[in-house]
């Protein structure tokens, strides 16, 4: 068993635990209402978790989704008060996110730039323009078909809209990371970048895409985030990025690129948002919860560390991400 | 009578291994005080190993070290430095933000009564010591302001300061003009005459014979001889040097040579080497030599799209091409085997096949999807071809010897199906038996058809394998021998930038 494996499987037996936790405390928890609150809350950090991974294992970062989120809401604001019809709002939006990714990925692969100092101008940038477009109003006078998608559920079911959105994204993040060549070539770039650039990896347009990708992902997540609290605002989803990158980091997936699976980040976000959900069910306060995710995350840093120390034969054939050729995996 | 003084520094019969790679076999090398001293030899034959020995970097398997008589080890540089002993490298680690004076007392400012850094004081000193070595540099210059030879001059101001008595520089000379070297060479005469040990390193022969006293030669880590340098030719030191060493290598097969298939014309990129053009023939077996940073490597990333030429043309077949990229060199059929095998050749933490197949992902599949099947047998096809030793090919190649390491980046380019094949040291570092094999396998390519560039820098590797020899020094092709010209003498006389000394007697 890889160390990868080990340590989703510690996750799953975290998840496990919150769960008992949760049911043991809260008569409330183990209820389809509460499932798809719990879900529906977590699902724009979820949606930019997926090219936020990809992107870690190619060794870079994104600091702006949450300002995209922002700038996305914020689009679809001033649209919507222009007049334009709910779907063409959507679609501006996402080019904007899409043209906020291509930006910083044109200046982290064609100026050279360190992705931390590109995307950190860019957070302040891209909220900045938010807060331009939209001054400190609210709109908030959406239609209802809009505000159903936000907050409503599929059928009769309590299954969000937003999670199958989500379930259909993963569903193609998967392939690309795990079954496609690009994948492939995404873990060599984060493991060896300059090997992989004498291999004929086109390296520069994989990380501009991804970040085109990672933008368009974010305006979505604001498409989202908007139509579930139906307001926009300039400061909307604030500082989401770390909880973002936060859940990356949780699920496996080394800050230094190169190793970590999307299945690990998936149980990551399940294992913060029923922390959060469990947490806030004890009327435990926001700030504990926060001190809580922190200290995980803290672990989720250190244990793959001591690991690593272990004697080398423990984890023979570990901390290798790429699954062997002809494995079923 | 007075027995004479000991010598400042004696090393004496030492020997050193790395892995698998036996550096230094029982070397001797004894510098007095007031003598420079020079050491040469070819790449690999044990002088930087000689050099981090008295630096205090790297301590003999076997041997002894003597400072002034006295039996001693050094477990640091720290003793080194103790000891007297100071290293000027060619490119000076002095730190750049900082100025000359700071450089000079890094770490050891002068205090005051009050344990505060006696600045005037210490502008004095070291502007006392650079009046001493008669040079012009203000003592409050940052260092990045300096060029290269006046941050060497920093540098021995900061040895002297160290009252270092043994003075070793190590290829000093390489990036210096013409005029910077005669101030150097000024300096260290009058070093010298103080009384100082100079331990001189250098590729450029006439260098050598214009500064040294006395000269050592070492070969693949052995002691050839010492002796003073009004004894020795330069011809005589080029023998020494490259010695009698060719048989134990793979004979290379006759192949048949066809048309051109790469040729080059004109091609120069600015700092790095001018005005290179060759032909590459199918079949043809075509070896670049040349000595440390004479532009081999640099001329080969230029044909594989790493770097931009500033003028000059790249034809494959005949028809001009543009490569921008590594992408684009694979596409023409180029193939680039890179000199660093970690940092640029394999993904250590991949397995062999994904390492394999690395270059070619987008052919191993349709709709963007990888087809695991076909990658296993590729990859297996090829590293039954190389007879790579591994325990499967879902081994991590970080878990494989340097020699299987090579074959699986061979194995990798070969997969490629390329029509001409760039290597560059392909043998380094890799056990003997390995490096027959490799051998083996690059004669049976070029038989079959492959046009194969061979950059090495052991000339025995050169002259056995390649139908043609291309010699570079300083950036530019000083010698172009058919197989039967390329004599040991001849490649090094063109590889040490010698020819036209030669040809005037030719």
Known sequence: MTLLARWEALLVALLVILIGYGTATSDVFFDANNFSFLTSAAMEKAIMALPMTLIIISGEIDLSVASILGL??????????????????????????AGAGLINGLLITRLGLPSLVVTLGTLALYRGLASVLLGAEAISDYPAGFRTFGSGKVGGTQIPWSLLVF?????GFLVVLHRSWVGRQIYAIGNNSEAARYSAVRVARIKCWLYVASGTLAALAGVVFTARVSSSRADNATGFELDVIAAVLL???SIFGGRGTLVGVVLSLAVVATLRNALALNTVSAEV?????????????????????????????GAVAVPEPGTAD | MTAPPPPAIELAAVAKRFGAVQALRGVDLVLHSGEVHALVGENGAGKSTLVKMLAGVHRPDTGTLRVDGQETAFHGPLDARKAGIAVIHQHPTLFPDLDVAENVFMGRQPRD????????GMYREVGRLLGTLGVRIGVRTPVKALSVADQQLVEIAKALSLQARVLVMDEPTASLSAREVERLFAIVRRLRDDGAAILFVSHRLDEIFA?????TIVRDGAHVLTASASELSTGETIRHMVGRRLEALFPKEDAEIG?????VHGLSRAGHFRDVSFELRRGEILGLFGLVGAGRTEVARVIVGADRADAGEIRMDGRAVRIGSSSAALTHGIAYVPEDRHGQ????????AANVTLPILPRLGRFGMLNRNRERAIAGDYAARLQVKAAGLGAAVSSLSGGNQQKVVLAKWLATDPKVLILDEPTRGIDIGTKAEVHRIVSHLATGGMAILLISSELPEVLAMADRVLVMHEGRLTGAFSRAEATQENVMVAATGQAAVAHGVA
């Not at chain 1, 379930?167 to 569903?171: D, F, K, Q, W």
């Not at chain 1, 926060?290 to 560390?305: E, M, R």
């Open chain 2, 259 to 263: 048309d051109a298939v790469l040729s």
């Open chain 1, 167 to 171: 379930v259909a994204l993963l569903a």
């Open chain 1, 251 to 253: 699920g496996g997936v």
């Open chain 2, 113 to 120: 009564r009050f344990g505060r850094v006696d600045w005037r």
């Open chain 2, 211 to 215: 500064i040294s006293d006395r000269i």
């Open chain 1, 289 to 317: 919860q926060s001190i809580s995710i922190g200290a995980l995350l803290i672990v989720s840093v250190l244990g793959p560390n001591l690991a690593r120390r272990l004697p080398r034969r423990a984890i023979r054939g």
């Open chain 2, 345 to 352: 050749g394999l993904v250590l933490d991949f397995p062999i």
């Open chain 1, 72 to 97: 996305s809401s914020a689009t679809i604001g001033v649209t919507w008060d222009a007049g334009f019809p709910i779907w063409l709002c959507i679609a501006v939006a996402l080019l904007v996110g």
